[in-house]
C-alpha cells in the first residue's frame, strides 16, 4: 500500500522560501497524479496544486498561482512544491495525497492516499 511522507516544512519570514518534499513507499507514485493541500487554523482544508502521473497536466489556485511550483522526480519517488515569496496568510499545515493518474484535480475525494502533513508557518 502506498504510504506518503510530507517534509520541509519549518518557520520562514516572509518573502523567503520552502521546498516541500512528498516521498512514497510501499509502491510507486508514477502511476498516480499528486494533490498538494494545505489546512490555516480555523480554515477548511484546500486543494492548492496537483500535477498528474505524467506530468503534462498542472494545477495551481489562484492564491499560489505564481509563487509555488510543483514537480514530480518519479526516479526518487518524491514530488516536490517549491514555495517563493511566502506570506503570512501560506501559514498552515500542508498535505500531500495521491489519486487519480492522467489529470489532477484539487478535489479532496479525488485522493485515496494522504501523507500526515507537515506545518509552515511564515512569521517575522
Known amino acids: 500500500q502506498l504510504q506518503l511522507v510530507e517534509s520541509g516544512g519549518g518557520l520562514v519570514q516572509p518573502g523567503g522560501s520552502l521546498r516541500l518534499s512528498c516521498a512514497a513507499s510501499?509502491?510507486?507514485?508514477?502511476?498516480?497524479?499528486i494533490g498538494w493541500f494545505r489546512q490555516a487554523p480555523g480554515k477548511e482544508r484546500e486543494g492548492i496544486s496537483c500535477?498528474?502521473?505524467?506530468?503534462?497536466?498542472?494545477y495551481y489556485s489562484d492564491p499560489v498561482k505564481g509563487r509555488f511550483t510543483i514537480t514530480r522526480d518519479d526516479a526518487k519517488n518524491t514530488v516536490h512544491l517549491q514555495m517563493n515569496s511566502l506570506k503570512p496568510e501560506d501559514t498552515a499545515v500542508y498535505y500531500c495525497?495521491?489519486?487519480?493518474?492522467?489529470?489532477?484535480?484539487?478535489?479532496?475525494?479525488?485522493?485515496?492516499?494522504w501523507g500526515q502533513g507537515t506545518q509552515v508557518t511564515v512569521s517575522s
Open positions: 510501499g509502491s510507486t507514485l508514477d502511476s498516480y497524479a
Open positions: 500535477i498528474s502521473s505524467t506530468a503534462s497536466m498542472r
Open positions: 495525497a495521491a489519486g487519480g493518474r492522467y489529470y489532477c484535480s484539487d478535489y479532496e475525494s479525488m485522493y485515496v492516499y
